[in-house]
């Protein structure tokens, strides 16, 4: 600049001012890419310009640019803006979801100016965002160390079934070839509906074999007869005689079938449940050999089973509560970038009319002046 005649000065400060105050007019329109051509025009004139620095950092943000909008946040002279390069550098790290660093940036604006709305509300998103932050590592501890001794508390009861089940000869791995076959006689409505409903059943009948009473690898045709059988045994229509309360629990063991049917009517899933099951029993005959073959095999491998099921489902109701709680965040996220959009409407409406007010008072004063004169 030293060299530049006092003509050149003067254009070139035309120029920047010019391409500030129309990237100021486009950002108020809310045209953020063309505020950004214009403050870019403006900062090859003055790279290291402050104001333009800021104005360019918030239209990258708006147009959803955030590594650029940090870039020139990080680069704007603090001892030139003071606090807004603070906010600037503060609203660009949290947008990247750098919470920590920009609460510290958001405090710092609070330090000079306690009643600062931007950096309120920033600090307060970021101490909420770093608390949730903080409650995911600790599930995520907490899912690091449960051990299998951790959820044997979890699956006593699942265990206890299991070791009643083989001693009633209610396990699928031990099913005769009658049963196989379908020739063993289902019984009445009622003794299926206990077997089906007994102690524990919400964790044995996770095993959809176990339900409909076949050994796991049955084929497509097998599942299909034992499920109609079933079926024409517990449906609800076919219950005559029996009271309110019987009939509402042989509707509760129907729908067990028919949960058991649709989760083998897929091939994959069909396939899940038999990997499961040979895991079961994979390790179920480890545990047996390492108790030093106490008690029966079977026994052994039926609480094995048991326990797989039950850990699978475990696993997946917490991925689901993982998935809900990841979803409320991108809804109550969106909520706030709504309001927050909302309120920039609302101010940028009110500047508009307080704009047009104070010309339409300017031009009255103008045409009063007139009159006056003349």
Known sequence: MADNSPQETEDWT???????????????????????????????LDPTHAALLSNRSAAYLKAGHKSKALHDAQQIDVTVLGIKAYSRLGAALQSLGRYEPALKEWQRVLEKDPQNVAAVQGKEVCERELEKLKEEEKSKNVEKECSD???DDFFNDVQEAAEQAVKQQFVPETLTDAIR?????????????????????????????FVLDLAHDSNEEEISRRFKALSLLLHPDKQHGVSDGERERIQQAYDEVLQAKTKLQDENKRKHVRNL?????RQGKLDWEASGKQGSLEEAKSKAVQKIFATAEYNRRQAEQRMRNHEK???????????????EREFNAKWSETNRQENRVGNWRDFANKKRKT
């Open 329 to 343: 965040r991108e809804r109550e996220q969106e909520e706030e970038a709504l309001q927050k959009e909302k309120k």
């Open 14 to 44: 035309l120029q920047l001012n010019a391409n500030k105050s129309l990237g100021d007019d486009a950002f108020r329109r809310g045209h953020y890419d063309e505020a950004i051509q214009h403050y870019t025009t403006a900062l090859s």
């Open 181 to 209: 076959n379908h020739k063993k006689d289902l019984g009445t409505a009622k003794e299926q509906t206990e077997r089906l409903l007994g102690p524990n059943y919400q964790w044995r009948n996770l095993n959809p074999f």
């Open 277 to 281: 099951i040979d895991e079961g029993n």
């Open 149 to 151: 001794d951790d959820l």
